[in-house]
């Protein structure tokens, strides 16, 4: 049981560059999530897919775009890459149903990416 | 707006205990969770608490008060291996509970 797989793990890039990071589950959840992590700012939003077929923003979603392939895949797009855009990216699933139940978030091993 | 503040380090003794917190300012939230990360890795879930009040897991337990806006993290009979980063989390009301906010951590360093 892989859980949440990330790839690449490692990408550098050269400013104005596209990437496409890619993540699939297995556990066959519903809600899909990205995060980028930088020193000293924890864990940022920046788009989630609650349910296969929607997406929507979190707390930095400039410069991104994502696509919720099916139930067991979310990837995420920088169309013009950005030297602040470099971050660890985590993807992250959980079978959350919304409401007051709550479902913990398992997260990929992350993609570290470095736009010079 | 969401925030939430967590003290940046945090150092104690193996075999001690520690206490992380985390004070919030939020519109309104379904629960607060805790998540550690050890250097280079994954983020992982530790504990949630939906009311106020303690959850224990083994040797960590956590507590919220939402009337102070505050909750905390303890550990008993630290380890080295716990030395890593801890986060806690909110799922806000709005947006159906789906996003969850985390605080930018907390890194604690176990020393022998």
């Known amino acids: 049981n892989a859980g949440v797989t990330q790839t690449p793990k490692f990408q550098v890039l050269k400013t104005g560059q596209s990437m496409t990071l890619q993540c699939a589950q297995d556990m066959n959840h519903n809600s899909m999530y990205w995060y980028r992590q930088d020193p000293g700012m924890g864990l940022r939003l920046i788009y989630y897919s609650a349910s296969e077929g929607t997406t929507d923003k979190g707390e930095v979603p400039n410069g991104y775009n994502v696509s919720r392939l099916n139930k067991r895949e979310f990837s995420l797009r920088l169309e013009s890459a950005a030297p602040s855009q470099t971050s660890v990216y985590f993807c992250a699933s959980s079978d959350q149903q919304g409401g007051s139940g709550n479902q913990p978030q398992h997260f990929g091993d992350g993609t570290r990416l470095s736009i010079l | 707006g969401q925030s939430l503040e967590q003290p940046s380090e945090v150092t104690a003794v193996e075999g001690a205990i520690v206490q992380i917190n985390c004070t919030y300012q939020t519109s309104g939230f379904y629960g607060l969770s805790w998540y550690q990360q050890h250097d280079g890795g994954a983020p992982t879930f530790l504990s949630y608490n939906a009311l106020d009040g303690l959850e224990e897991t083994g040797r960590f337990s956590s507590f919220l008060s939402r009337s102070d806006s505050y909750g905390y993290l303890l550990l008993q009979e630290l380890q080295m291996k716990d030395s890593a980063s801890y986060f806690c989390?909110?799922?806000?009301?709005?947006?159906?509970?789906?996003?969850?906010?985390f605080g930018a951590g907390t890194r604690l360093f176990v020393k022998a």
């Open positions: 989390a909110v799922r806000p009301l709005e947006d159906g509970g789906f996003k969850t906010i």
